[in-house]
């Protein structure tokens, strides 16, 4: 634990909402350019209704200027390049992209810094990691005004929700992030704090349970957000405790759901409870790509953010209707350029010619097949969820899977990197017991490589006894079933 962990853990929770907001306005205001989210909010109100071949132009143009800077100025692109001999004014149309190769993790993993650009100063840029669907810790250099740009297109989505101010909503989130410490006093029951210059009431996903959703539900109606959003997971939780207990929430202008796979009942169980539209989202953290459903319900793909090819095995494109693993090119992050990345998650494209009655001509996706992990529970401590922050951070992990045999048996396995230390797993062991509680055995445990499913796909969060989690397997609780 860091210091600044630990300053937080030990202080009141008065202070802890002051040092949240300290985050927040850091968040809003120093690692984001506000002219910078402002100048590329205006362009992307008007670009989204641009025509297919407007769109298809404009990314040729970006492709070749990401290209031009890639083979000059980093040494990974450059490489590649001159092995394929070949430059940036070769590509003159989206289906040349498929001469160059495929980026993979484990390319990245461990040599991020050939993948810098030589004449931006890296030490200048955000910098953050990022575990992914499957667990591999890699570092992210990202511009100032990159982050920026990143959030323009959240604020467009927003935008189309139609809350008020959709670049800063009065909104409540239910992040990852763990905020309540084991040593605060169950009797308060607060799992929630204020993020003032952000104006979000940033909420626990480590807290919910039957026992404690009325205090969220209370908590969520006196602030009133106009916008609520976060993990589909804990918002359909939230939601089928409340319908089940009948549980009055707000009725906020709109829900968004990111970071995992929205499944159809949770978003008809968020609909319900919430009374109001849920809006899926699609991004990465690398940054890569962008994708979120409009007023229609349907996904778009957002064209100015990158490109995104979705193909077989062997890099091929497949054909609409057809699942595909999703690579992407970004146009955002000149500090570090992803070209034709493979994400590791699949998704399957509509008709380019299939028209949104929405009016935009953006490429659409009929789905997304994400992350799919199942939620854990501890006895005390109620549901767990996000997982995969366990895992940032750590240089020395290649991959993390989180395993409950039992209510009270946790099982972690890890794949250690050639620098593992022993204090990683002491490290971890600390992390689970602080968010599983002392009723829970937590065995940490190094494995050569972690099984993946039938598909290929990999997951994250295993539970083996869900049908003993209070309701989460009972008959559905969706209003009017």
Known sequence: MGIKEKIYEHSPIWMQHLLTSAQGYNHAYVRVNPSVLADCFTFLQESQ?????????????????????????????????????????????????????????????????????????????????T?????????????????????????????????????????AQFTGRNLIPASQNPRQHIYWRYNYPGRALVCSMSN???????????????????????????????ARLCLH?????????????????????????????????????????????????????????SPEYGIVELVDDAGNLVPPGQEGQIVVTSFLNPAMPIIRYRLGDMAVARDPNERCSCGRQMPM???????IDDILYAPGRGYILGMNRMFYGLDDVIEGQVVQEALDRIHVLIVPADNFSEQTRTKLHHKFVERFGDQVQIEVECVPAINRGANGKFRQTISSVRHLYPLYESESLVAGK
């Open 208 to 238: 919910i349970s039957a026992e404690t959703v009325p205090y969220f539900a209370k908590a969520l109606r006196d602030y009133r957000p106009d916008l609520i959003d976060g993990y589909p997971s804990a918002l359909s939780l939230i």
């Open 131 to 171: 575990s992914g669907t499957t667990g591999t810790a890699l570092h992210i250099y990202e511009s100032r005004a990159a982050f920026s740009k990143r959030y323009a297109f959240v604020s467009r989505l927003r935008s189309w929700t139609g809350v008020p101010s959709p670049m800063m909503p009065h909104r």
């Open 49 to 129: 209704h641009w025509s297919l071949e407007q769109f298809q132009a404009y990314q040729v143009e970006q492709l070749q200027q990401v290209l031009g800077q890639a083979f000059t100025h980093v040494p990974y692109y450059r490489n590649i390049a001159r092995e394929l001999g070949c430059r940036a004014e070769d590509f003159t149309s989206l289906a040349d992209l498929a001469k160059f190769p495929l980026l993979e993790k484990t390319a990245l993993r461990g040599h991020e810094h050939e993948f810098l650009h030589e004449q931006i100063d890296y030490r200048k840029c955000n910098h953050f990691h």
């Open 245 to 301: 207990k009948g549980i009055e929430l707000p009725r906020p202008k709109a829900v968004i759901t990111t970071a995992e796979t929205l499944f159809p009942e949770q978003r008809m169980e968020i609909k319900n409870a919430f009374g109001c539209p849920v809006y899926n989202q699609y991004a990465a953290t690398e940054p890569s790509c962008f994708c979120a459903d409009c007023e229609q319900g349907n996904m778009h793909i």
């Open 365 to 371: 996706l009929e789905r997304v097949l994400g992350r």
